[in-house]
């Protein structure tokens, strides 16, 4: 048997504990020390299959391609960062002037540049936070409004469960906020809330219903109507678009926001503005100088490389997230083609023509985001049970289960990995064909 400190000190297995990490290879040797008490490889070879059953990083977290055609996948870490983003983000991982001015030596306030870049994208913003994701800016926003035993008003229509079983009510109740709940759940007026404001009466708050859509006999009061009842009015749009977009109509934006009266828009930092995990907060600079000086915002507050990766998505350019969502339906159709050629032309017995088809496709926008709204594009077709083989592969391929079909959508997949793809689906047909 092959001793722990001999195969510690292995080359091969010394090298892996400097890039790895000294915990991962000794659960693997013993792994491998099992594996030759059970006569299942040589004494001999052991070194070299520690070596070759390690994990490729220190963290577990495993990069896959995106074939579902959703954009903000939740399950998939929403939205993917630019690769301007990326290198702020590498920049800004070790020591870094993060609250240091280097011109004068002095303290410098945490995250004005990304501030700055904030305000910037947003007309009309006079002041900007950044706190840790949407749900914590909307927290921070109610909690500092309705401080002191005061209440705030939101329409029943708009009390919305967010995914995971938590629910927006829940959280601003959570700090002790009191809410007073006027409307029906399809319907909710202005003379509801004029109705049900009192002297205690401190803010009103407004949640895009963003996940989810009511149509028929609906009715809801408008942001300038709320901000004209002359309370502070929060108006969280969730989605994080911050100028209107003509391909996301009914999205609401936040310089619309602020232009109809709202006193803070709060929104996600990775869903339609593509950027890191992160809650941003604009609008009035007094209410946004309360929020920052409350004792919450220190808990709710960003580390630095969300601040560089935060920043650099603002000013930077075009984001993954907007390529996807843009993507021409004839470019991908051509990219489709030539994948499926691709799969097609190589020697590859194991994938029968018929099993590889070229159908028309409508990926999501996803992330809680415009639901129901399809992005007509296209995708190559194979059988349903490459949707496990491809999952299991390296890389690892999420697709789309369709009926009986797995469908491998291009439209969150950079075409720079076109190639690598199609050698996972080709080494996927392999493992099928070979019984796995
Ligand atoms: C997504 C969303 C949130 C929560 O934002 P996170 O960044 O996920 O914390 C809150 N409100 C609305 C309307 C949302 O769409």
């Given at each position: 048997m092959p001793r722990t400190d001999e195969l510690l000190a292995?080359?091969?297995?010394?090298?892996?504990?400097?890039?790895?990490?000294?915990?991962?290879?000794?659960?693997?040797?013993?792994l491998t020390q099992a594996r030759v008490r059970r006569g299942h490889i040589a004494a001999g070879d052991a070194a070299s299959d520690v070596v070759a059953h390690l994990p490729a990083r220190a963290a577990s977290l495993t990069p896959?391609?995106?074939?579902?055609?959703?954009?903000?996948?939740?399950?998939?870490?929403?939205?993917?960062?630019?690769?301007?983003?990326?290198?702020?983000?590498?920049?800004?991982?070790?020591?870094?002037?993060?609250?240091?001015?280097?011109?004068?030596?002095?303290?410098?306030?945490?995250?004005a540049p990304a501030i700055s870049a904030l305000i910037a994208a947003v007309p009309g913003a006079e002041a900007g936070l950044i706190v840790n994701n949407g749900a914590a800016a909307l927290l921070l926003a109610t909690t500092v409004l309705g401080q002191g035993g005061g209440e705030i008003i939101v329409s029943r229509g708009e009390i919305v469960e967010i995914g995971d079983g938590f629910r927006l009510l829940d959280l601003m109740t959570s700090t002790g906020t009191t809410f007073r709940e006027v409307g029906s759940?399809?319907?909710?007026?202005?003379?509801?809330?004029?109705?049900?404001?009192?002297?205690?009466?401190r803010a009103i708050v407004k949640v895009h219903p963003s996940n989810f859509r009511m149509s028929g006999f609906t009715e809801q009061a408008s942001v300038a109507e709320l901000a004209g009842l002359g309370l502070p009015l929060v108006h969280d749009i969730g989605s994080g678009l911050l100028r209107p977009h003509p391909l996301l109509p009914d999205e609401p934006d936040a310089t619309a926001s602020i232009a109809a009266g709202a006193a803070v828009v709060t929104c996600s930092g990775d869903k339609l503005l593509g950027g890191p995990q992160a809650g941003l907060i604009v609008g009035r600079a007094d209410v946004v100088e309360r929020m920052s000086r409350h004792p919450l915002a220190r808990a709710l507050r960003v580390d630095k490389t969300t601040l560089a990766a935060l920043e650099a998505t603002l000013d930077g350019p075009i984001t993954p997230t907007w390529s996807a969502l843009s993507a021409p339906r004839d470019a991908l159709r051509s990219r489709c083609e030539a994948l499926r050629?691709?799969?097609?032309?190589?020697?590859?017995?194991?994938?029968?023509?018929?099993?590889?088809?070229?159908?028309?496709?409508?990926?999501?926008?996803?992330?809680?985001?415009?639901?129901?709204?399809?992005l007509p594009g296209w995708a190559v077709a194979l059988p349903s049970r490459f949707a496990r083989l491809l999952r299991g592969g390296s890389p690892a391929v999420l697709a789309r289960v369709d009926r009986d079909r797995c469908l491998i959508d291009l439209r969150c997949v950079p075409a720079t990995l076109d190639a690598a793809l199609a050698e996972a689906i080709r080494r996927a047909a392999e493992r099928s064909a070979g019984g796995a």
């Open positions: 292995a080359p091969g297995i010394v090298s892996a504990i400097e890039h790895i990490g000294a915990r991962r290879v000794r659960e693997q040797i013993r896959v391609i995106n074939a579902t055609g959703v954009v903000l996948h939740t399950n998939l870490g929403r939205a993917p960062l630019s690769a301007a983003a990326i290198e702020a983000m590498a920049s800004a991982a070790g020591y870094v002037d993060v609250e240091l001015d280097l011109t004068s030596g002095r303290r410098s306030r945490r995250g759940t399809n319907r909710t007026r202005l003379a509801d809330y004029a109705d049900a404001m009192t002297p205690a009466t050629a691709d799969l097609l032309g190589s020697a590859m017995a194991a994938l029968p023509t018929e099993d590889v088809t070229l159908v028309p496709s409508d990926g999501l926008v996803g992330g809680g985001c415009a639901p129901g709204m399809p």
